[in-house]
């Protein structure tokens, strides 16, 4: 069984700085992409960041040149480093991923953790 497992979100003031990470467990063959989504109350949920396997990455408008995204995958996880966090990037954040198991491929999503931006 997969699992995608977030952590790091939390209170962060304006202008602030916060990593979050996510680590994919279980039987798993190979991963493909990953990436973050974020989705605010009452809005769609939209990409933040996303990188492939080779590492080519790919950013929502709202955040390019705040965020970063990296991924280890030697320990099959995938990081958000968000700088300069404004009170508009208050969001559940989901963690993404394309992965291959016994099963083949599929997309597995996180529960997603909580980023609160405000003073």
Known sequence: QVQLVESGGGLVQPGGSLRLSCAASGSIFTIDGMGWYRQAPGKQR????????????NYGDSVKGRVTISRDNAKNT??????????EDTAVYYCNANLFTGDGGM???GKGTLVTVSS
């Open 46 to 57: 939209e990409l933040v960041a996303a990188i492939s396997s080779g590492g080519d990455t």
């Open 78 to 87: 995938v990081y958000l480093q968000m700088n300069s966090v404004k009170p």
């Open 107 to 109: 997309d597995y999503w």
